[in-house]
């Protein structure tokens, strides 16, 4: 069977980076880091100053409810761009390892389901871009339909937005414009760890699939079954190379969403009991809650999934013909059992792990 590309499920995230100005290269030209300046100053530092300067001009806890959950996620998407972009240099290094795992030999079903697995990855990435983008549409739809009393967010400007008809929706549509491109460059660094998770996963499986086939064949050279083994012991150890990278770079993404999530979720929860909002707002609401959920689902369900796998390589290991096998591939494969006695997930900035457990407690936070 023909090989599969499986760094093709990045295309979508590396497309909404290279959009904001982080491309898959090493090193920058002149018209790169002027693309990314100016995408980091329209977005996120235009974001930044106007959403935090707002912040002192704060009513009621109302108002101030209504605005911080804003400028915290503001805040974590340009800490996870910021990530995103000191870390590409480990984050580029991932797709000469996964070229290695491609190379290898699949049998048709492995392809079709690593084929699949790519279709699958590109669509979680829209569909959670319409989660997040949905927050958006919806604050445009409450502020279209408010006689232009006001805009999607409530942010400070230097001007009165309010003059003219054509200041103001050149001032909303401005605004739509900075707030999708922030919910594209959210999007994108944080489904970058469930896809490579997922990715990481089906490899794992053919490795274990792969240890599980070596049987005893007297047409094969005693040393063949052995060559075998050798070569699933460095794809996995290429498996953990890789999810090594992820530990050292995605975690801290995935522990900016847990942080943000927790504190909005709080925010959004407070709002809703302590104040009445109205149809609209709650519609809006339930937006938002959806939209962080997402954040951090996909990463603690693929995270435990990952663990889950590693977990049970153990067994596919002693599921082998090992009974009939040589001395050398005997001796071999308990040295390749005892690197694999423990599990792994990864560990968010080093602290929290990355599970369903961990999902709860936010949620629940």
Known sequence: MGQVDTSKALDFVWLGWMLMGVYPIQSYKIWHTCHLILAVSATNIYSLIVFITQLFYVKDLKYLLDNLPMNVLIIVT???????????????????????????????????????????????????????????????????????????????????????????????????????????????????????????????????ARVESLKYDPRKEERENVKELIQCIEDHRVVLNIFDVLQGTVSHIILCQFVATALVLVMIALNYLLFSPNFTEVIALAFFVVAEISQILPCCYYSNKFQSTTDDIVTSIYSCDWYNQTTEFKKTLIIFMQMTQRGKVIVAGKVIPVTMATFTSVCTF
């Open 78 to 208: 340009t800490l996870k761009f910021l990530t995103v972009f000191l870390t590409r240099h480990e984050i580029l290094g991932i797709k000469d390892s996964l070229s290695k795992l491609d190379k290898r030999p699949l049998k048709r079903s492995q392809a079709e389901n690593l084929a699949n697995l790519i279709k699958f990855c590109n669509r979680l990435f829209i569909f959670g871009f319409i989660c997040y983008e949905a927050v958006d549409v919806m604050a445009a739809v409450n502020a279209g339909f408010s006689n232009r009393q006001h805009l999607l967010f409530e942010i400070w400007l230097p001007y009165d937005w309010q003059a003219t008809a054509t200041r103001y929706w050149l001032t909303f549509l401005y605004q739509f414009i900075t707030q999708s491109a922030l919910a594209l460059q959210s999007v994108s660094s944080d489904f970058s760890g469930p896809i490579y998770l997922m990715i990481l996963t089906a490899h794992l499986e053919n490795v274990m």
